[in-house]
């Protein structure tokens, strides 16, 4: 039996029965009700299509000049995490697979590759398989570089170099140039200049990833640095990326504008999204069927 309290409020008690007219919040509510779930609608639809935020006066905390510190070392392990569990080791393991086979030495260059982890993960990949793989990876933060390098120092196969990637030189191009969870750090300019120079400096494949800005990501980096990571740049630098991060729509318009010509573009599981291309030939159909619940291999 349904009973109506003094203050409105309504209890169950008993059997259930069927609901009648009676039952439910009189005409008076309606308006409100009708109003507080407009106000809902209103303000996930800004959050879906809330326009990218993006200042270069306000660079991420591990972007900063700073010395190697404890917070900024959380940090990078942190994003080691995330990469193993969420999302980038899975990623890009479908394309190892299908672009690298035995045989000849593949060049591979990592253009702001942080602590290095994702360049040892692939080494480690290619050593396992007998493929042979030498990568150069780029990074512009010192302190940053100095922690990659003390980390890889089981990985000859990696030659860290200090540069801005958006400057950064070399006279042979590359069979794979990799470039993830980077491009929400650049103005739309110079996240196309980006993706133009990664073109430049590939004789075949080229892959950029990163998260995909939507609501259903805001919320999940919130959850995920409120829950698990909780570290102070972890939080602040993984809420700024979500806001920064490019639109499925956006990330294509970049490539777009950056001469990328008959690349391919996906979503990926969780949060993240990738175009790639070959700059050699026509894009070839790259198997990456659920990679996002490849975690095992
Ligand atoms: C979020 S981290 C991503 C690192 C790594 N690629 C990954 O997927 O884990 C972005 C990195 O890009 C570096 N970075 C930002 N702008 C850069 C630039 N212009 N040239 C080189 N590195 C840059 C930052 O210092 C930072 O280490």
């Known amino acids: ?13 008993g059997h259930s029965r069927t609901l009648g007219a009676s039952d439910f919040p009189s005409r008076a509510l309606l308006p409100t009700v009708r109003r507080a779930g407009l106000s809902v609608a209103w303000a996930a639809t800004k959050l879906a299509g809330m326009k990218r935020s993006f200042s270069a006066e306000e660079p991420e905390l591990m972007d900063q000049p700073q010395p190697v510190t404890r917070e900024l070392e959380i940090d990078l392990e ?29 060049r591979v260059l990592d253009l702001c590759t942080a602590s290095g982890d994702l360049p040892r993960m692939m080494i480690d990949w290619a050593r396992s398989r007998g493929i042979a793989l030498k990568i150069d990876a780029v990074e512009m933060n010192a302190s940053i570089l100095e922690i990659a390098r003390r980390r890889s120092a089981a990985y000859p196969e ?31 300019e110079n996240a196309t200049r980006l993706l133009r120079h990664m073109r430049e400096l590939s004789h075949d494949k080229v892959l950029a990833s990163d998260l995909e800005r939507s609501a259903v990501t805001q919320l999940s980096v919130w959850l995920l640095t409120a829950c698990v990571f909780r570290e102070p740049m972890t939080r602040h630098d993984g809420r700024l990326s979500a806001r ?9 318009q970049l490539a777009d504008a950056a001469g990328w010509e008959n690349f391919e573009h996906r979503r990926f599981f969780p949060a993240r999204q990738a175009m790639w291309m070959s700059v050699r030939e ?16």
């Not at 995490?81 to 035995?102: D, Q, T, V």
């Not at 990799?178 to 103005?187: I, P, V």
């Open 1 to 13: 039996m349904l009973h109506r309290r003094a203050k409105g409020k309504t209890k169950w008690k």
């Open 78 to 106: 942190n994003l080691r995490k995330i990469n193993r569990y969420f999302g980038s080791h899975s990623l890009l393991r479908p394309f190892l697979r299908r672009w690298f086979e035995p045989g000849r030495t593949f």
């Open 158 to 188: 990696i030659n860290f170099i200090h540069a801005d990637a958006l400057h950064f030189a070399e006279s042979l191009t590359y069979d794979l140039v990799h470039c993830s969870l980077a491009l929400h750090h650049f103005s739309e």
């Open 244 to 252: 920064r991060a490019f639109s499925f729509w956006e990330f294509a």
């Open 282 to 297: 026509e894009a070839p159909v790259v198997e990456v069927a659920s990679p996002a619940l490849d975690f095992a291999t």
